[in-house]
């Protein structure tokens, strides 16, 4: 049975102080209310991951750091490797934002090596992908999103994609305050767990955890996680605020 997972994507936000407070906040909340089965992950900035780390109880929540780099190590000033965010505690990183794609010109090729690495180290990757508002309007956005997998994450073996959380995000949907609707998010999240199927296999496929981000909130999550195919959620604003967090986080 394939796990319910809601991610929280901070993005550029938070001091360090702010980011521990909310980390502990969110904590709270989980062992008062409880998480409905569903693995809840932080995606903190760099400068957080070992204080958040240390500030709540890393059974019930994970942590992830927002990218890695490219390279394993080296002359490369500025970067995180993903052995460096492996040794803060953490367990998870985003990997494909659009943003990252969008405004830093991460290609296929560079994601490729960073998954390697990411894998390599033990990390578990949460994978993004998702079509520009252009594309949708076309009606080609089916077709985009799935090259986007065969680039990159179909390239994987088996074992390794198994590893995998995939979180599917309608570039124009993200922080613009309008959501996909609930058909148009089970329309992509199936036809992604199609394509999943016809290359790794119908078990690998029902198996996965897929993802939709952009402008979930309290108010439409429930909605939105009804849809058969949509297994939880990659939350970015509506992270930041520990009350709609957890309503997120119990929406099933």
Not at 141 to 146: A, G, L, P, S, T
């Amino acid at each position: 049975m394939r796990k319910k997972v809601v991610a929280g994507n901070w993005k550029c936000n938070t001091t360090l102080h702010e980011g521990v407070e909310l980390a502990k906040a969110v904590d709270k909340l989980i062992s008062e209310k409880g998480a409905a089965d569903v693995v809840v992950v932080l995606g903190t900035p760099f400068t957080h991951l070992t204080s958040v780390v240390g500030a709540i109880d890393t059974k019930r929540i994970g942590v992830a750091s927002q990218n890695c780099a490219a390279e394993a190590k080296g002359a490369f000033t500025g970067e995180v490797s993903a052995a460096m965010v492996k040794s803060t505690g953490s367990q998870y990183v985003i990997l494909g934002h659009s943003e990252r794609r969008e405004y830093y010109g991460e290609t296929s090729e560079i994601l490729n090596k960073k998954l390697a690495l990411a894998l390599e180290n033990g990390l578990t990757p949460i994978y993004c992908c998702g079509e520009p508002l252009n594309i949708r309007n076309a009606g080609t956005q089916v077709e985009y999103v799935i090259n986007q997998l065969e680039e990159t994450i179909f390239q994987l073996s088996e074992e390794d994609f198994k590893k995998l959380v995939i979180a599917y995000e309608p570039i124009w949907a993200i922080g613009t305050g309008v959501t996909a609707t609930t058909e148009q998010a089970q329309e992509m999240h199936k036809s992604i767990r199609d394509a999943i199927a016809d290359k790794f296999g119908a078990e690998v496929a029902d198996e996965m955890s897929l993802l939709y981000g952009g402008s979930c909130n309290a108010k439409n999550a429930n909605e939105l996680f009804a849809n058969p195919d949509v297994d939880g959620g990659l939350i970015g604003g509506a992270s930041l605020k520990a009350d709609d967090f957890i309503q997120i986080i119990n929406a099933y």
